[in-house]
T-cell receptor, first 116, second 114 residues
Framework: AQKVTQAQTEISVVEKEDVTLDCVYE???????LFWYKQPPSGELVFLIR??????QNEISGRYSWNFQKSTSSFNFTITASQVVDSAVYFC?????????????FGQGTTLQVKP | NAGVMQNPRHLVRRRGQEARLRCSPM?????VYWYRQLPEEGLKFMVY????????ESGMPKERFSAEFPKEGPSILRIQQVVRGDSAAYFC????????????FGPGTRLTVL
């Protein structure tokens, strides 16, 4: 079965600390996509990244970086030098190719609190 | 190019009433997904539609919930005889016909059932 696990329910850090959000997934598909979304207190979903299963290169975008490791079925997200504005709920998601619909399977989310 | 639009943004209903949630996909998008986010939980897939067709409704509750995406107009998620447990945020996402993986989310409709 397809599944996404975000074991960290809540994380609290002080501004300027680095923080890593873990994501572990399960899938039988050989082709799939992984996503990260941010949900700030205002409630909307903000797309952060999409990564396909054939591309294991790590990606960096400003203070954000992602580490995709197929061997451990993990797609972790690191925020460097965290800021108060990073406080949000972060969701990892997996696209479901087996049903040929592309529907997303979300983890439970990690609530990140960055204190000044 | 306007993003995915959902209305209303907030909806309050009393138990037993009907709730109608609307989603206008991005221009050129013919695929629509509905997800539900219960309080303190992640998003759960409900239904996937293409114009005039329901493709996958495996996440829809068996009773009281229905969805449509007509040839003209927005997609509608309809909840009949709402109960308190239906209180949640309902998100719509759309994608173009050529790539089912690029899903763009609307701002969500927050349904409160009194």
């Amino acid at each position: 079965a397809q599944k996404v696990t975000q074991a960290q329910t809540e994380i609290s850090v002080v501004e300027k600390e680095d923080v890593t959000l873990d994501c572990v997934y399960e899938t039988r598909d050989t082709t799939y996509y992984l996503f990260w979304y941010k949900q700030p207190p205002s409630g909307e979903l903000v797309f952060l990244i999409r990564r396909n299963s054939f591309d294991e290169q790590n990606e960096i975008s400003g203070r954000y970086s992602w580490n995709f490791q197929k061997s451990t079925s993990s797609f972790n997200f690191t925020i460097t030098a965290s800021q108060v504005v990073d406080s949000a709920v972060y969701f990892c998601a997996l696209s479901d190719f087996s049903s040929n619909t592309g529907k997303l399977i979300f983890g439970q989310g990690t609530t990140l609190q960055v204190k000044p | 190019n306007a993003g995915v639009m959902q209305n209303p943004r907030h909806l309050v209903r009393r138990r037993g009433q009907e709730a109608r949630l609307r989603c206008s996909p991005m221009k050129g998008h013919s695929h629509v997904y509905w997800y539900r986010q219960l309080p303190e939980e992640g998003l759960k897939f409900m239904v996937y539609l293409q114009k005039e067709n329901i493709i996958d409704e495996s996440g829809m509750p068996k009773e009281r919930f229905s969805a449509e995406f007509p040839k003209e107009g927005p997609s509608i998620l309809r909840i009949q005889q709402v109960v308190r447990g239906d209180s949640a945020a309902y998100f719509c996402a759309s994608s173009p016909p050529t790539g089912v993986n690029e899903q763009f989310f609307g701002p969500g409709t927050r349904l409160t059932v009194l």
